[in-house]
């Protein structure tokens, strides 16, 4: 049996937002910030090195203008991510930006 995959746009635009944040911010870039405590334009080192692994995570699934596409977003969920001291913004902001991405395709 073959099973057909569709896209559905409510994991696009609050599931992989959710995931993602947690997985990258909540553990990856607070784990880099034990590692890493520097900065480079008021951004973290722990906020690039995350963003970089980002990208490259989403050259698995995508082309290549397409994964770096992510590459400012991610520096900014990354930034609120780190004034907050919360992974809630950085959460919140990815859900508008997937939400406003997809409403224009």
């Not at 553990?27 to 405590?37: E, G, M, N, S």
């Not at 692994?53 to 590459?71: D, K, N, R, S």
């Amino acid at each position: 049996m073959i099973v057909k995959s569709e896209f559905n746009p409510i994991y696009a635009i609050f599931l992989y937002p959710i995931i993602e944040e947690l997985v990258f911010r909540d553990l990856i870039q607070d784990y880099l910030h034990t590692k890493f405590a520097g900065t480079v334009a008021q951004l973290s080192l722990a906020n690039i090195l995350t963003t970089i692994l980002f990208v490259l995570l989403h050259l698995v699934y995508h082309p290549i203008l397409w994964a770096l596409a992510v590459f400012i977003p991610s520096l900014i969920f990354g930034y609120f991510k780190d004034r907050a001291n919360h992974v809630l913004p950085a959460i919140i902001l990815h859900i508008f930006y997937n939400f406003g991405f997809f409403l224009l395709l």
